[in-house]
């Protein structure tokens, strides 16, 4: 049995690295947001507006145990899952952790590409979200780095996510059961 945890920064590619890794491995995705946007029928957005960020948190963690009950899964979390409550514990108790560690730099560029849908950074520029991602870095990174696997993203070509996923492969090969 096999669970694996992608964590890291908003834009850092959980998703989209998540669902080709999951593929690779036979393993089922599971994305912790669009979960949560099914169980509620809402969007992250509506649901962090209509519950305020400790009603959102305390939803995102009963989730959290609710998926972490899967077996044979890989599953992307929110930026901010492990952060909160005993979320990182859980995680790493439950199963493999992987923290996808990006630039600030590198996550403005990409964020830059879909601020619509992100109320926090939809009016920044890029120097402005370069700074706010930098100073949330630093408080996220206590918990980020808790994770069994840190996977530098810097070293690998943003354009090449196939090549991405077999080094991600190669590095959670001694971590993962056949």
């Known amino acids: 049995m096999q669970k694996i945890f992608l964590i890291g920064y908003m834009g850092s590619g959980k998703t989209t690295i ?8 036979n393993l089922q995705f599971v994305d912790l947001d669009l979960f949560m946007e099914n169980y509620y029928r809402k969007k992250i957005g509506e649901i ?26 890989l599953i992307s979390t929110g930026g901010g899952t492990p952060c909160f409550f005993d979320n ?27 601020k619509s849908n992100r109320p926090l950074i ?8 370069i700074s706010f991602i930098s100073e949330n870095l630093k ?13 530098d993203l810097e070293k690998s070509d943003p ?7 077999d080094d991600l492969m190669i590095c959670l090969t001694p971590y993962c059961k056949s």
Do not use: D, H, W
């Open 48 to 73: 962090f507006k209509e519950k305020g960020e400790e009603g959102f948190r305390l939803s995102e963690k009963k989730a959290l145990r609710e998926v972490s009950s899967f077996e044979n899964v």
């Open 139 to 151: 408080e996220r990174e206590v918990f980020y780095n808790q994770a069994q696997v840190i996977f």
């Open 122 to 129: 939809r009016n920044k520029n890029t120097e402005e979200l």
């Open 18 to 25: 998540g669902k080709c890794l999951a593929s690779e491995m």
């Open 88 to 114: 990182m514990e859980t995680m790493n108790k439950e199963g493999l952790t992987v923290y996808l560690k990006t630039s600030p730099e590198r996550l403005a560029g990409r964020l830059n590409q879909n």
């Open 159 to 165: 354009t090449c996510i196939n090549q991405t996923v």
